[in-house]
């Protein structure tokens, strides 16, 4: 079992700054993937940006060249650092975690989510 606990959430002016961070605890062997995604209100849930265990880096559009995903193995922690928010960012982001449990057998670990606000 994984558990992911998400902080760095909160209230920031348009084109402000935050960092997110996410530390995984439990079982942390075989973590393949850590993300972060969103959801608005009256929204799907949406892929922000991911992280390989390689450090390939994936970014939806909406955030490219503004957000910044990034970890640090040895604490098994993953952060994502945004810049430039205006209130289209404002969500719950939730950390994710891919842990490979055997060949084409995975398994999806999610944080709690932490509330991210972009308001004047």
């Known amino acids: 079992q994984v558990q992911l606990a998400e902080s760095g959430g909160g209230l920031v002016h348009p084109g402000g700054s935050l960092r997110l961070s996410c530390a995984a605890s439990g079982t942390v062997s075989n973590i393949n993937t850590m993300g972060w995604f969103r959801q608005a209100p009256g929204k799907q849930r949406e892929l922000v940006a991911t992280i390989t265990s390689g450090g390939s880096t994936n970014y939806a559009a909406s955030v490219k060249g503004r957000f910044t995903i990034s970890r640090d193995n040895a604490k098994n922690t993953v952060y994502l650092q945004m810049n430039t928010l205006t209130s289209e960012d404002t969500a719950v982001y939730y950390c994710?975690?891919?842990?490979?449990?055997?060949?084409?057998?995975?398994?999806?670990?999610w944080g709690q989510g932490t509330q991210v606000t972009v308001s004047s």
């Open positions: 994710n975690a891919l842990r490979r449990l055997g060949p084409s057998v995975n398994a999806n670990y």
